[in-house]
C-alpha cells in the first residue's frame, strides 16, 4: 500500500497570509489527525478527523482549521499568518483508535 | 504540552553497543508508542504497547512498561549507523481522546560507524 502523502512539501507564506495543507492518508485508513512540529514546542496535536467529522481538537487558536473530505483525504487551513506558525506539519493516518499511527513526510511551511 | 519527558536528550554510542532510552509521562494511558524521525522527516512508528502489557519486542527493539512509574523504555541492540535518528515516545490515553498522540521532547541517537 502506498503510504500517507502530503502536499505540498515545502511552502513559503508571508505574516498575514493563508495556507492550505493536504494529506492523503493510507487507503483503507479513515482516522486523520495533524500534528505541529517546532523546536521550541516539539510535536503538538492539532486535530484528528474520522468520517468526515472533527472528534479532536487541541490547544490551537482558531486560525487553524481542517476537514475531511469522503475519500478520507483530509486539509488543514492556516489564516492570518504569523511568524511562530513556522513549523512542519505532520499528518498521519489510522485504521482507527488506540491503534498505530502513520505519518507522511511533512510539509515544512515557513512564514516570513 | 508535552506528557513527559526523555532521557537522555542526546546519546552517542558506537556501532554494534545498545541504546537505552527512556520516557516518563503524566497521566493515566491507554498505550504508549515509540517513532522514529530521521533529518526533520515524518515519524516511523516502531512499536506499540497498551497499558496491560509489560514488555513487547521487535527485532531488534525491545520497549518495557511500567505504569505504576508511569515510565517506558527503549532498548536498541547491536546498533547499526542507520539507527541514528531522533527517536520519540507518545502516549494515548483512554476515554474520548480519539486519535490525539503526546509526544515526549525526544532522544537524539547518534551511532558512529
Known amino acids: 500500500k502506498a503510504g500517507v502523502t502530503q502536499t505540498p512539501r515545502y511552502l513559503i507564506k508571508t505574516r498575514g497570509q493563508q495556507v492550505t495543507l493536504s494529506c492523503s492518508p493510507i487507503?483503507?485508513?479513515?482516522?486523520v489527525s495533524w500534528y505541529q512540529q517546532t523546536p521550541g514546542q516539539g510535536l503538538q496535536f492539532l486535530f484528528e478527523?474520522?468520517?468526515?467529522?472533527?472528534?479532536n481538537k487541541g490547544n490551537f487558536p482558531g486560525r487553524f482549521s481542517g476537514r475531511q473530505f469522503s475519500n478520507s483525504r483530509s486539509e488543514m487551513n492556516v489564516s492570518t499568518l504569523e511568524l511562530g506558525d513556522s513549523a512542519l506539519y505532520l499528518c498521519?493516518?489510522?485504521?482507527?483508535?488506540?491503534?498505530?499511527?502513520?505519518f507522511g513526510p511533512g510539509t515544512r511551511l515557513t512564514v516570513t | 504540552s508535552q506528557q513527559g519527558e526523555e532521557d537522555p536528550q542526546a546519546l552517542s554510542i558506537q556501532e554494534g553497543e545498545n541504546a537505552t532510552m527512556n520516557c516518563s509521562y503524566k497521566?493515566?494511558?491507554?498505550?504508549l508508542q515509540w517513532y522514529r524521525q530521521n533529518s526533520g522527516r515524518g515519524l516511523v512508528h516502531l512499536i506499540l504497547?497498551?497499558?496491560?502489557?509489560r514488555e513487547k519486542h521487535s527485532g531488534r527493539l525491545r520497549v518495557t512498561l511500567d505504569t505504576s512509574k508511569k515510565s517506558s523504555s527503549l532498548l536498541i541492540t547491536a546498533s547499526r549507523a542507520a539507527d541514528t535518528a531522533s527517536y520519540f515516545c507518545?502516549?494515548?490515553?483512554?476515554?474520548?481522546?480519539?486519535?490525539?498522540?503526546?509526544f515526549g521532547q525526544g532522544t537524539i541517537l547518534t551511532v558512529h560507524p
Open positions: 504497547i497498551r497499558s496491560n502489557e
Open positions: 497521566t493515566s494511558i491507554n498505550n
Open positions: 487507503s483503507g485508513h479513515r482516522s
Open positions: 507518545a502516549t494515548e490515553s483512554g476515554g474520548t481522546s480519539y486519535g490525539k498522540l503526546t
Open positions: 498521519a493516518s489510522s485504521l482507527g483508535v488506540r491503534l498505530e499511527q502513520y
Open positions: 478527523y474520522f468520517s468526515e467529522t472533527q472528534r
